[in-house]
T-cell receptor
Framework: DTGVSQDPRHKITKRGQNVTFRCDPI?????LYWYRQTLGQGPEFLTY????????KSRLLSDRFSAERPKGSFSTLEIQRTEQGDSAMYLC?????????????FGDGTRLSIL | SQQGEEDPQALSIQEGENATMNCSYK?????LQWYRQNSGRGLVHLIL?????REKHSGRLRVTLDTSKKSSSLLITASRAADTASYFC???????????????FGAGTRLAVHP
């Protein structure tokens, strides 16, 4: 399968713990995005990378959140000192650089549950 | 907050019927995209329509775009039980609204197609 891969699919943790998610984009895609989706809502943009550069961060991305894409390939999203409100589906997407008219391809997400 | 709004929030139809979903947005766009999401899965890109296009077809899907009304519609013809999913429209934010890169989603339409 050459689609976007996310790991783990599910993560259950206690409040206050740190968690890290991984995203492997489609290999030739140099743009990578993280979104968060809560139940019954559409995804909300968190952050975006072009190659290894993090070019945009949403105000939703508090200082407890950090994302990296060290070699311009896979990316990690870390949440420190998790809170109940962090419970959500975290989606990763990738796309090609283009004129802006490029579809984003999504992984199946990591569902985070905070106890 | 979400830019787009889908209407209706939920739609229940019988197999063979057509399903129409509407989307409204607030700012200028470069393109508008429709995605499908099955329960617990990631989003699947369906169709992208550019701001200078008015209608686009893909198989049983027909998308229209009216930039003067800032609205779009997705028509699924001859629906099947396998079409049961949530459908989201997403805009790219356009120039002057954070760039072309991030997608801004509505809350989606939950479609149920009954055999």
């Amino acid at each position: 399968d050459t689609g976007v891969s996310q790991d783990p699919r599910h993560k259950i943790t206690k409040r206050g713990q740190n968690v890290t998610f991984r995203c492997d984009p489609i290999s030739e895609h140099n743009r990578l995005y993280w979104y968060r989706q809560t139940l019954g809502q559409g995804p909300e943009f968190l952050t975006y990378f072009q190659n290894e550069a993090q070019l945009e961060k949403s105000r939703l991305l508090s200082d407890r959140f950090s994302a990296e894409r060290p070699k311009g390939s896979f990316s990690t999203l870390e949440i420190q000192r998790t809170e109940q409100g962090d419970s959500a589906m975290y989606l990763c997407a990738s796309s090609l650089v283009g004129s802006g008219n490029q579809p984003q391809h999504f992984g199946d997400g990591t569902r985070l549950s905070i106890l | 907050s979400q830019q787009g709004e889908e209407d209706p929030q939920a739609l229940s139809i019988q197999e063979g019927e057509n399903a129409t979903m509407n989307c409204s947005y607030k700012t200028s766009i470069n393109n508008l995209q429709w995605y499908r999401q099955n329960s617990g899965r990631g989003l699947v890109h369906l169709i992208l329509i550019r701001s200078n296009e008015r209608e686009k077809h893909s198989g049983r899907l027909r998308v229209t775009l009216d930039t003067s009304k800032k609205s779009s519609s997705l028509l699924i013809t001859a629906s099947r039980a396998a079409d049961t999913a949530s459908y989201f429209c997403a805009t790219d934010g356009g120039a002057g609204s954070g760039g072309y890169n991030k997608l801004i989603f509505g809350a989606g339409t939950r479609l149920a197609v009954h055999p």
